[in-house]
Each structure stands twice: as C-alpha cells, then as structure tokens.
C-alpha cells in the first residue's frame, strides 16, 4: 500500500471516529437520570427519578387528587375504615391500609415498597426524616388545606409523578364543571354561610379559611366567620348565636351530637338560619374529613341543592 493510500485510509478512520462521537452526543440519556428533578415541599426539597408507580397517601386529599390523575395508590392510610376510601372515590379500590392518618405505621408503608410518598404537613412532619427513609417523600398541606392550596396539590402531586400536564388537564376539567355549577348561585346572594361540625359536646366552626369556607367564597357567597384560622373549635350554643350565619350546615357523624340538644333549645331559635328554616345536616366525611376536586364538586352541588333546590 502506497503512503497516498495510508494517508486516505488514516484520514476514513479519523473521519468515522469523529462521526461516531457526533453520534454519541446526540443519544438520549438514561431515563431515570433524564427524569430526575427536585420537588420543593412544605419540608423541603427531594430528588425523584423516573415516575412513581407504588405511591402511600397518607391523607384522603392525596389519595382524591392520585386519583384525578388515574393513578392508583398501593397503600393508604385510612383510619382502618376502608369504607371511607370507597365514599371518598365513589368507588372501591384495591390498596393496603397502612393505618390512621394521624399515626400510619411506617412498618406496613415500608413492606408495600413504595417509589413515593406523600405525607401532610401538620400530622407528619415529625416523621418526615423516617418517612424519606423509606422512599422519596413529600409533604404538603392537607389537614389544614383551603380550595386554592388542595387545587394547587394537584399540580405539586402531578409534577412528583413526572407529568405535570396531566394535573393541568385534571384541573382544567374540574373548573370547567364547578364554573358550569356556580352560575346557578343567585347573583343577588347576600347571607352569610357557616359549617359546623357537632360532636357530642360542642361544635367546631369552620371559618373563611377552612376548606369548605373557601368554597363558598369560590362560589361567591359570603362565610359567617371571618377568620385566618380555619376552624374555631369548642364553640358553645351562645358561640353559635352570636355568629348568627343566615344559613347553616351542620355535619354529622351516625350517633347522637349536641346538634340533637341544642335545636330543642328555646334559645337555639334565635338564630336566623333557624327562623328561615335555613338549616341543613350534612355529611361530616364529605364536608370536613375529606378534601378534593371531587369533593369540591359535592360541596358545590349540596349547597345548590339544599338551598337553591338546584342541581
């Protein structure tokens, strides 16, 4: 071979290395390192990568919003009442209970093999560091959580799993019904509005800030309660009179309440949702123990229902 052939032949095989490496630079990069992200969380800040597949939701919120996003939770922690779930959903589900909301046993989340879990930030921060021990954790506001913050969870959730537009379609859908509901709301409405929770020896009044306060101004009616805390708790029947909304909810459990005692009480008709016969029991779950873009919905369609006798 003449040195003008080794020459050419030198030049091909340089040429070929430069074109393989031109090559290498454009290929894609290993999925798990591609979908890696930081989610910043009521706790912090955790490393997820790929997209969660066996997600614990240990709130009922978590578990509603999993399921706008047609993801299927392997556990939950469900007050060892899977009922609850199947009332929150509308649907039954297969999952493995890992106990309370207030105390899920970390032995049980552990055995499940989560990729994910999703934790509230008033229960659960003081198990955080165990929690992310066992998989990648996030915390967010539930417990305490108005309409906006359980909307924005949605999307906080969604981005965790690696698909945030599919949380974005997901609110999309939901506010084009509630928006559809609320246009039935007389535009003229100025009552004021007021959740209780009874309980055997006293009620709980939910203010502006609570959740389902934040839906009745999401639908333009005015809470009774102006208040930054969400629920004033151990309120009295003399409490309860002098809020004196113009309309009334009043969620209850199975079983007898002070709710019972109190509305045979002379005193208990000075209120005036009483007087207009504004007085409404509603479901304790759905108004106060759940949240969710499904129970936002429920909210809306019992107040059109119960008060304007709209659907």
Avoid at 96 to 121: F, H, K, M, Q, W
Avoid at 278 to 286: A, I
Wanted: hydrophobic share 45%.
């Amino acid at each position: 071979m003449t040195e003008f052939s080794n020459s050419i032949s030198r030049r091909r095989f340089c040429a070929g290395l430069l074109a393989a490496g031109a090559g290498a630079m454009v290929l894609p990069a290993p999925a798990t390192a591609a979908e890696s992200r930081t989610i910043s969380h009521r706790a912090g800040v955790t490393e997820i990568s790929g997209r969660p597949s066996r997600v614990v939701a240990l709130e009922f919120s978590f578990v509603q919003a999993l399921d706008a996003l047609d993801v299927a939770p392997v556990g939950i922690s469900d007050d060892n009442q899977p009922g609850r779930i199947e009332q929150l959903l509308g649907k039954r589900i297969a999952y493995g209970s890992v106990g309370t909301r207030l105390e899920p046993n970390l032995e049980l989340v552990s055995a499940l093999g989560p990729d994910l879990i999703i934790a509230d930030e008033v229960r659960h921060s003081a198990i955080y560091a165990q929690l992310s021990a066992i998989a990648p954790t996030i915390v967010l506001n539930s417990w305490e959580g108005d309409y906006p913050t359980i909307r924005q969870s949605v999307l906080e959730i969604a981005d965790a799993l690696g698909d945030r537009s599919r949380g974005e379609r997901a609110l999309a859908a939901h506010d084009a019904v509630v928006s559809a509901l609320i246009s039935k709301v007389p535009k003229n409405e100025s009552r004021r509005f007021l959740l209780a929770v009874a309980t055997t020896d006293s009620m709980s009044l939910h203010t502006s800030s609570s959740f389902t306060g934040s839906i009745f101004k999401a639908m333009g009616l005015t809470p009774a309660l102006q208040s930054s805390s969400a629920v004033e708790s151990g309120a009295s029947l003399e409490r309860l009179i002098a809020v004196n909304p113009d309309v009334l909810l009043v969620a209850t459990d199975d079983g007898g309440t002070v709710f019972d005692l109190w509305k045979t009480n002379t005193a208990f008709a000075n209120i005036s949702a009483v007087k207009n016969a504004t007085v409404f029991e509603v479901n304790r779950n759905q108004f106060a123990r759940f949240r969710g873009l499904k129970t936002a919905e429920l909210i809306v369609r019992d107040v059109l229902s119960k008060v304007y006798h709209a659907g």
